[in-house]
């Protein structure tokens, strides 16, 4: 948190007007209620999503007090073409094409039948060019999502039909922290910033294999 705020006490010196905050989706922690709106109270789970409510307060701080128009993007899952299936912190969707290209059983945590929302790496991309041109909106949080969801296991046999490979996870126990279900309502980014993903996922998920396949990890 310390660079965060040492980011946005620059940005005030520097009288700069507008900050866009990464955030995520994951404040809301394992609340069942969905689709996840804005208004929910907060209930993060790991010092993760912990950190990234401490910036949304920021947010709300200087744009109250500093004139700042600082707004938070509350991002849902994020893939696409670009993400390292092996760094600690990688995704599920490289970390699956990972395994079903070497032969490797790709390991799911629980059932399996966990929902995301993913976003497309394009969509959100879009959302942050919007808020950082958008007036008015210093202070708030908004969901970055498609508002759909889809399975581990769906997305397993999805990834396993483009590459033509049988989809065989190994179930593990499921993680301290992680998340059930995630669904967005985006109807509060859809009248501030007049967001909306254009990516349908299938395309989408195509699009990042291909990327991805040539990596050398993944071949």
Do not use: W
């Not at 905050?21 to 689709?35: E, H, I, N, Q, R």
């Not at 966990?114 to 060019?129: G, K, Y």
Request: aromatic share 8%; proline share 7%; with cysteine.
């Amino acid at each position: 948190m310390t660079g965060t705020l040492t980011l946005f006490l620059a940005a005030r010196d520097a009288g700069c007007p507008r900050i866009v905050f990464a955030s995520t989706s994951a404040v809301y922690g394992d609340d069942p209620a969905l689709p996840k709106r804005e208004t929910m109270p907060p209930a993060p789970r790991s010092p993760y999503a912990s950190s990234k409510l401490a910036g949304e307060q920021l947010c709300q701080v200087f744009a109250r007090t500093f004139g700042v128009e600082a707004a938070a993007l509350r991002y849902f899952n994020v893939y696409g073409p670009g993400q390292d299936p092996n760094s600690a912190y990688a995704a599920v969707i490289p970390r699956f094409l990972a395994a079903l290209t070497s032969g490797r059983q790709p390991t799911i945590y629980g059932d399996g039948r966990q929902s995301r929302d993913f976003v497309a790496v394009d969509d959100v991309v879009e959302a942050n060019l919007l808020a950082a041109a958008t007036p008015g909106i210093g202070g708030r949080a908004f969901n970055v999502a498609t508002g759909s969801a889809i399975t581990l296991n769906e997305l397993l046999a999805l990834l396993a039909g483009i590459v033509a490979v049988p989809a065989a996870a190994r179930y593990e126990p499921e993680r301290a922290g992680d998340i059930r279900h995630s669904l967005a309502d985006v109807s509060a980014a859809r009248a501030a910033l007049g967001f909306a993903a254009r990516v349908p996922f299938a395309d989408g998920l195509r699009r990042t294999v291909e990327a991805l396949i040539g990596e050398p990890a993944l071949v």
